[in-house]
């Protein structure tokens, strides 16, 4: 079973330029691991009048996982590393599976810990061992 996961990036007082950047090194990590795909989102079609058949939705992504145990916790470790990347700069990344979602932003890291753990254990249920 194919599981899709849809994050969505914020960085405050990013213009959108740095936020499509932002979001393709992330991508790039993201490629790195044991997951089938990810694509930038697509934020649907683009206004009349207008040459693009569809619009990127700026700051997000659709990881489409693979059926191995780790997938999930790869991810979301991956998506941890790039908010303490942030410098002083808040960063927030919304991860939403099955129609669960989890923000993750300023929160100590044990919260962050508490957080994840529970959601994780929500979805790693359906991945196998390989």
């Not at 849809?6 to 213009?15: I, Y």
């Not at 590393?81 to 929160?107: F, P, Q, Y």
């Given at each position: 079973?194919?599981?899709?996961?849809?994050?969505?990036?914020?960085?405050?007082?990013?213009?959108?330029?740095?936020?499509?950047?932002?979001?393709?090194?992330?991508?790039?990590?993201?490629?790195?691991?044991?997951?089938?795909?990810?694509?930038?989102?697509q934020?649907?079609?683009?206004?009349?009048?207008?040459?693009?058949?569809?619009?990127?939705a700026?700051?997000?992504?659709?990881?489409?996982?693979?059926?191995?145990?780790?997938?999930?916790?790869?991810?979301?470790a991956?998506?941890?590393?790039?908010?303490?990347?942030?410098?002083?700069?808040?960063?927030?990344?919304?991860?939403?599976?099955?129609?669960?979602?989890?923000?993750l932003?300023?929160?100590?890291?044990?919260?962050?810990?508490?957080?994840?753990?529970?959601?994780?254990?929500?979805?790693?249920?359906d991945?196998?061992?390989?």
């Amino acid at each position: 079973m194919t599981r899709q996961l849809n994050l969505q990036l914020g960085e405050d007082g990013a213009s959108a330029e740095r936020l499509d950047t932002l979001t393709g090194y992330l991508r790039q990590e993201l490629l790195d691991l044991d997951v089938d795909d990810v694509r930038r989102a697509q934020g649907g079609a683009a206004p009349p009048g207008t040459r693009a058949v569809d619009i990127m939705a700026l700051g997000g992504l659709v990881v489409t996982l693979g059926r191995t145990a780790g997938g999930l916790k790869d991810v979301v470790a991956a998506v941890r590393r790039w908010l303490a990347r942030g410098d002083g700069v808040r960063r927030t990344v919304k991860i939403e599976i099955d129609g669960d979602t989890l923000e993750l932003s300023e929160v100590s890291a044990t919260e962050q810990d508490r957080l994840i753990t529970l959601f994780v254990s929500r979805h790693a249920r359906d991945e196998v061992d390989p």
